[in-house]
């Protein structure tokens, strides 16, 4: 049984075509994160900053679908096209910023933590504790997202080419492949703990 569907969707395959539309609704994770209750006990601070990197992330998503319907043909304004390209790239960047901001804060807080917990373990091998482990995990998951979120605001200057005579595109496009190698790194699963030998 044959099903109508618009021409330009003939010019992809089955496979690119489902990652197309979970792009399509990526937009949705970050609007749904900015409506959901932040954890309880976070700072007022990163709430008032988390709450806009998401809307702004989502915001900038958003307007990448109408990017990616001029890039296709399917609307023919080029110059409508554009200017919305570079509105999603000042909402992305200003997310980035929100997002440093954020990681700013959690890191502070994680560092407060583990003082506190080390002065607890004085008497004992802190890097032994699990809970001292997995705030060091958490330390560096924070610090390599801190980092990322940084390289994500220079990408976005040299794409919008605010700075041309600094951020170059050979430096926008360096800085952007190390981002993406940061991102399918935080995609990894976590490895499993590895189990002590009783001797």
Known sequence: MSINRPPWLAKFSGSSRS????????????????????AKGTPLALVLLGKPKNALLSMSLFLDQFVWLGRTGIVKNKEATDRVGRISL???????????????GELKRLSRSMSKLARELRNTDKYENEQYQNKMKQSDERLLALVKAAMDVV?????????????TPRVTGAFGFITSLISCYQQLPSRAPVAKVKV
């Open 155 to 167: 990408v976005a200057i040299g794409l919008l080419q605010l700075a041309p005579k600094k951020v």
């Open 19 to 38: 990652v197309r539309y979970d792009y399509l609704l990526s937009w949705v994770n970050d609007l749904h994160a900015l409506v959901s209750p932040p």
């Open 90 to 104: 000042y909402c992305w960047m200003a997310s980035s910023v929100c997002a440093g901001l954020v990681e700013l």
